[in-house]
């Protein structure tokens, strides 16, 4: 690495490797090189858990060494360019293009086009149609994998679902192919018969008149014509990493993550990752402690965080506070509890967190209203907030931030009124409280714009224009602008709007992903980066109008660009749950009884536990 280019770049820390539990093997000792991609900065990345994960995965393997590549911040990559140099990883500073695979983690549909800049920057060809022999195979997986449409184009192969198991069946299958002297296609015909793997090339998609999707079929023989995702049925026997990598710069979450479990009882109907982790599957309290307390001597960090969709449903959560508490007082280390709900914040969670230092709380009541609430299943009630509110004030917090969402199905401007009423009464209700408590409480009032996703009951919903979010937006602000102790936060509807169409898009959209990558799109869900008119101006040389994929409400008859992708959930229960939502008819959430959303089928989890009730 040319260490005067470091000299010229801002965090060069971000761009030297070398950080501690690094894994060093020499390339010439392995006989498979994966390159794991983050298209989005190193401060980002490093604090993804996926990333962490399968990082550890691979590199257990002797015969496989894996390293890392994040989307290089603007001041590199016009270094790179002037130098002439490709983009590289951080273990050895090998390019993109010298690599047997290369794979890109899908979190965030905006990132999409860093995928392209960071194929083209590494020396790889961005179709997927256009790399040869000896060039790498490119895949991808991650919750926007559920549909890979929109990147169907640059894909070699994607996996669907959980990747601990299935990454090393593909490892396991590169290196018999490698050894065949087989051709390229003949490896993606031997990937694509490994449950979760989908090769887009191995199939065909016609449209109808209208624009909407009319058959995705297999083009050849021996695949399937959907392809299913792969779960981890037992969370205590499968990998997790307590050696991670610990970098020299701050990162967004630079501290250690315990996963609880993966999946959620609640079924939220706007929340993707609710519905495409089903079934709940827990780690035990004595395999998460054990963990915890190698993470620590391993790292160094003095922070733990547990995560999960929702923390407070884990059913061994007091127990596993108590012991955690007790070790992490005596190792002078704090414990942080997130995705807590304002449902079950019970006094006895409250005393163990109160042995934590007292940062802000976050609750996430998604909607202003009862009734909207009820329309996406939230399962909350006003008064649980209020309670929990106020039993985190009189604990200590001063510091309050709540989230919601604007442009929910069937919403009124009643409805977004009831974000800033709700802050009120929080704010007047806190008053009661004995002494000083309440009169230094602070709220934040955060909204996004809420986005129809795949997989979830809302999938076939439009989504509101962004003329309509933008004026919510603007009534909510003028409604508390006199209010000294509250704080308004919203985000771009603009950017919302095109999330959507990439969310829901078809192959159709991939011809605007590279359009608008060719045009200078790149790190699109930065503030500073992202640029409208640019994206219009794609969509214009296409032919195609993001509305249609926006803010078009779908028939249920509809062949959806997805429907190929097996994720678990029957797409019957789908369509029941979007018919109940417009009735405001609540479910109950999987711990109370199984409500049959196919997730069932798996036989683990918390299926397993409640099946008395099917």
């Known amino acids: 690495m040319d260490d005067s280019i470091l000299l010229k770049v801002e965090k060069p820390a971000k761009y030297t490797g070398n950080e501690w539990n690094m894994v060093k093997k020499n390339p010439e000792n392995v006989d498979v090189r994966f390159a794991f991609c983050f298209p989005d900065d190193y401060e980002i990345g490093m604090s993804h858990l996926g990333m962490k994960i399968l990082y550890h995965v691979l590199n257990k393997r002797e015969d496989t060494y894996c390293e890392r590549c994040f989307a290089p911040w603007a001041d590199m990559e016009a270094l790179l360019k002037e130098k002439g140099l490709p983009l590289y990883t951080l273990e050895t500073y090998t390019p993109l293009s010298e690599f047997d695979l290369v794979g890109f983690t899908l979190q965030y549909e905006m990132s999409f086009t860093n995928i392209l800049n960071m194929l083209n920057l590494g020396g790889i060809p961005v179709l997927a149609k256009d790399r040869k022999e000896g060039d790498p195979f490119v895949l991808a997986g991650g919750p926007c994998a559920c549909n890979p449409e929109p990147l169907a184009d640059f894909i070699d192969f994607f996996v669907i679902g959980e990747g601990e198991e299935v990454i090393n069946e593909i490892i396991d299958e590169y290196k018999d192919w490698k050894k065949s002297g087989e051709n390229r296609e003949q490896f993606l015909m031997r990937v694509a018969r490994i449950e979760g793997v989908y090769v887009p090339s191995f199939y065909d998609v016609s449209y109808n008149q209208d624009g909407t999707v009319k058959e995705i079929r297999p083009n050849i023989s021996g695949i399937p014509e959907k392809v299913k995702r792969r779960i981890i049925k037992d969370m205590d026997s499968v990998d997790f990493p307590d050696d991670i990598i610990v970098p020299y710069v701050g990162t967004v979450h630079d501290r250690i993550m315990l996963e609880l479990f993966r999946g959620c009882i609640r079924g939220c109907r706007f929340c ?43 059913s061994g959560l007091f127990d596993l506070c108590n012991n955690l508490i007790e070790y992490t007082e005596k190792e002078k280390v704090s414990l942080s509890l997130p995705s807590l709900r304002v449902d079950n914040f019970t006094l006895g969670l409250m005393e163990k967190a109160s042995k934590v230092r007292k940062s802000g709380l976050t609750f996430a009541p998604e909607a202003g209203t009862q009734r909207l609430r009820d329309v996406i299943n939230k399962g909350v009630t006003e008064e649980d907030l209020l309670a929990s509110v106020k039993l985190a004030v009189a604990g200590g917090w001063n510091s309050v931030k709540l989230y919601f969402m604007i442009g929910l199905p069937t919403e009124t401007m009643e409805d977004v009124y009831g974000i800033a009423d709700l802050g009120i009464k929080l704010i007047e209700s806190c008053r009661t409280l004995p002494g000083d408590a309440g009169k230094s409480l602070k709220i934040t009032l955060s909204t996004s714009c809420f986005v129809p996703k795949p997989f979830t009951p809302f999938q076939w919903e439009p989504m509101d224009t962004m003329e309509s979010l933008m004026e919510k937006q603007h009534n909510l602000k003028d409604r508390i602008r006199k209010l000294t102790r509250i704080t308004y936060n919203y985000h771009d509807a603009k950017l919302s709007m095109l999330e959507a169409v990439l969310a829901r898009g078809d192959r159709k959209v991939g011809r605007v992903i590279y359009t608008a990558w060719k045009k200078g799109c790149k790190f699109d869900g930065w503030d500073e980066f992202f640029s409208f008119d640019k994206w219009m101006e794609a969509f214009r040389e296409e032919g195609i109008d993001p509305m249609f994929y926006a803010n078009r409400r779908r028939e249920f008859s509809e062949v959806l660009p997805w429907d190929h992708i097996d994720m678990g959930i029957s797409k019957a229960f789908l369509q029941k749950e979007c018919e109940k939502a417009h009735e405001g008819d609540l479910t109950r959430n999987c711990a109370v009884g199984c409500s049959l959303c196919g997730a069932q089928d798996y036989k683990t989890g918390i299926c397993v536990r409640t099946r008395r009730s099917v």
Not at 273 to 282: H, M, N, S, T
Not at 288 to 312: F, H, N, P, R
């Open 272 to 314: 993707q990752a609710g519905f495409i982790y089903r079934p709940v599957r827990e780690k035990s309290p004595e395999k998460l402690l054990e963990q915890a307390k190698s993470s620590v001597k391993k790292t160094g960090y003095e922070e733990i965080s547990l995560v999960s969709l929702s923390t407070s449903d884990y």
